[in-house]
């Protein structure tokens, strides 16, 4: 199983971000887009976990985590050489990389 900390998005987020996709697709865009009920944004990645005793500590670890900021700030975009899309964000909180680390 393939781990990694991620952000999901509200429902309005996921509409915006939806609709740009929209509009990547009728500039006839090149890359792989995520599905709307899948989009997120990965903090960190763990890897390839095949022990499921640890992948319960690591959820256990999450439940203690504090709750994050609803606010990012988000431009530009690229795509990693797999196709797929990825976003940048310029502006967040920074109790995000303190509950990281």
Not at 21 to 40: C, I, K, M, T, Y
Request: contains cysteine; neutral net charge; charged residues 25%.
């Amino acid at each position: 199983m393939r781990l990694f900390y991620a952000l999901t998005f509200d429902d309005a987020a996921q509409e915006e971000i939806a609709q740009f996709q929209e509009a990547l697709r009728a500039q006839r865009f090149r890359g792989r887009l995520v599905r709307q009920d899948n989009l997120h944004l990965t903090l960190d990645f763990i890897g390839e976990v095949k022990d499921d005793a640890k992948v319960e500590i690591l959820k256990q670890q999450l439940l203690g985590l504090p709750d994050m900021p609803n606010t990012l700030t988000l431009a530009g975009f690229g795509r990693f050489k797999q196709g797929l899309v990825w976003a940048r964000v310029v502006e967040a909180p920074s109790s995000i990389n303190c509950s990281l680390n």
